[in-house]
Nanobody, 114 residues
Framework: QVQLVESGGGLVQAGGSLRLSCAAS????????MHWYRQVPGKQRGLVAT???????TYLDSVKGRFTISRDNAKNTVYLQMNSLKPEDTAVYYC????????WGQGTQVTVSS
């Protein structure tokens, strides 16, 4: 059974940093692309960053240069390092495997105060 467990959210002031982690189990982690999404109330969940099995990364334009997605295959974990946070980054962040029809973590709240 696939499980994705996020951690690392919290409250931070604008300009601050947070690192999210997502530990995966029940899959052959190293061969899968992994994604981070985020959602604010009343809006659809949107893709923030992707890392392929080969380590290629892509980002939402608004987070380019501030967020970094990475993975540690030995630990079956994907990370999202978030720097220079802005109030508009406030959302629940979800780890994902397989896209919209795939597997989701429980989400972790990130709140950026101005």
């Amino acid at each position: 059974q696939v499980q994705l467990v996020e951690s690392g959210g919290g409250l931070v002031q604008a300009g601050g940093s947070l690192r999210l982690s997502c530990a995966a189990s029940g899959i052959i982690f190293s061969i899968n692309a992994m994604h981070w999404y985020r959602q604010v109330p009343g809006k659809q969940r949107g893709l923030v960053a992707t890392i392929t099995s080969g380590g290629t990364t892509t980002y939402l334009d608004s987070v380019k240069g501030r967020f970094t997605i990475s993975r540690d295959n030995a630990k079956n974990t994907v990370y999202l390092q978030m720097n220079s946070l802005k109030p508009e980054d406030t959302a629940v962040y979800y780890c994902n495997l397989g896209g919209a029809q795939g597997y989701w973590g429980q989400g972790t709240q990130v709140t950026v105060s101005s």
